[in-house]
């Protein structure tokens, strides 16, 4: 295979750094008619693979974008037998005498960098209206500029069911007729705990892969941190925005060390700590301290406080267990969670003892969020070992081998069982 040539490296990586700005442009110029958008900016990236490899990458590469955009969605309105129902949307922002100068262009980027402009696009993705599926993929596409082959294989799809599953979304959005707004005041925060939603189930998703051959998909963490950072930078004062991008920041720093070379899994007590991103680290715990300033800590920045005192153990015998059991606690009560009982219940085991935390576990077996995951009888199964009761721990390990998903999970367990099934060998 070749290797790509100066005009495709330049487009890939003007795309990936500007396609949210981009489509807010194009999306403002068609009244969040994201079909239209995005039809138009694929018509301009194939345009400019042919002229950039014939004429030379230009100096201003968005610039060029958003100009030829701009005539794609002019050509598209001349054309299209639905001139009606697109006449206003188009014509308001379109319809110019001469094409605009590389001020006119810049003004329209700088506008689509505010807040607001990249708001309206990450709410029209994350619209209450779209299912969860839709959203994560919709906000993949959209926002983050991955191609729908690259979300097909993310999201464990084929590529043909994906595409359908984005378009039949951006149709939705605009049969719907969903505003391409900032919602009102009273809607806001709805809309925007949708979006931290979308982004903290990619990046869980990215982290520990619920199915495959892998533990780790690197990618999709990468994607949900740079979404983060984008909705932090527009939303600098919300308190639990700025949280989950601490969590994910903190979170990230340790993905290369939860594999080892042959993609096993590497429990945290294992992992080698020097390895572990101080850059991602520090940008996390000042994240977080800007969190814990706008306010009383919600779950997200709870989240990202636990994760904080891991990251400041600069070795596992130094990890402050109770301090994480007791904010356990607290985040049990400020969102109660099957999972995050569970989590508290092995906090506290590392804390007190495996007895404290198995008694934390027994109330959940009646827990039905719980019946169909591997998580609570694996740590139930690690428990007992710690006990000794080796023909308990590995009747759980068993369960739990039923239950689990991912390859590298599974070979965890089954080196788990045969410790319980065969001790001091």
């Not at 715990?285 to 636990?306: E, H, N, R, S």
Request: charged share 25%; glycine share 6%.
């Amino acid at each position: 295979m070749p290797p790509p040539s100066p005009a495709a490296d330049a487009l890939t990586r003007t795309l990936r750094e500007h396609h949210a700005t981009l489509m807010a442009a194009l999306g403002r110029a068609t009244r969040g008619d994201l079909i239209l958008a995005e039809d138009a900016l694929q018509q301009t990236a194939l345009a400019a693979l042919e002229q950039w490899g014939d004429q030379g990458v230009p100096d201003r590469p968005v610039h060029w974008l958003l100009r030829v955009g701009r005539n794609k969605l002019h050509d598209r309105h001349r054309r299209s037998a639905t001139h009606d129902r697109h006449a206003p949307a188009l014509t308001d922002q379109l319809d110019q005498p001469q094409a605009p100068s590389e001020q006119a262009l810049a003004q329209m980027l700088d506008d689509a960098t505010i807040p607001d402009e990249r708001l309206r696009l990450l709410c029209a993705c994350c619209h209450p209206a779209l299912a969860l599926e839709a959203r994560v993929a919709l906000t993949l596409r959209v926002v983050g500029g991955l191609t729908t082959d690259e979300i097909a294989r993310l999201c464990l799809v084929e590529p043909p069911t994906m595409a359908q599953r984005i378009v039949r979304a951006k149709r939705k959005i605009r049969d719907a007729g969903v505003p391409y707004a900032v919602p009102p005041i009273a809607e806001l925060p709805a809309r925007v705990a949708g979006v931290m939603h979308v982004l903290y189930l990619i990046f869980t998703e990215g982290y520990a892969a619920s199915g495959g051959d892998r533990q780790v998909r690197g990618e999709l963490c990468t994607e949900a941190v740079r979404l983060g950072a984008i909705l932090a930078d527009l939303l600098p004062t919300d308190g639990e925005v700025l949280g989950l991008l601490s969590l994910m920041l903190l979170q990230d720093a340790r993905r290369h060390t939860r594999t080892d070379a042959d993609g096993g899994l590497v429990l945290l007590e294992d992992q080698d700590r020097q390895r572990w991103s101080r850059r991602k680290i520090v940008a996390g715990m000042d994240t977080l301290g800007a969190a814990l300033k706008c306010g009383p800590p919600g779950p997200y920045t709870l989240q990202a406080a636990i994760a904080s005192v891991h990251a400041r153990a600069l070795r596992a015998s130094d990890t402050d267990w109770h301090e994480i059991a007791l904010l356990y606690d607290i985040l049990d009560k400020a969102s109660p969670s099957p999972i995050v009982r569970l989590n508290g219940a092995v906090a506290w085991a590392m804390a007190e003892g495996p007895a404290s935390g198995l008694r934390r576990l027994d109330p959940l077996d009646t827990e039905p969020s719980l019946h169909r995951s591997h998580l609570l009888p694996a740590a139930r199964s690690a428990l007992l070992l710690q006990m000794n009761r080796h023909a308990e721990a590995a009747a759980a390990c068993q369960e739990a081998l039923e239950r689990v998903g991912n390859a590298p999970e599974r070979r965890l367990l089954e080196a788990r069982l045969q410790q319980c099934l065969y001790p001091g060998s």
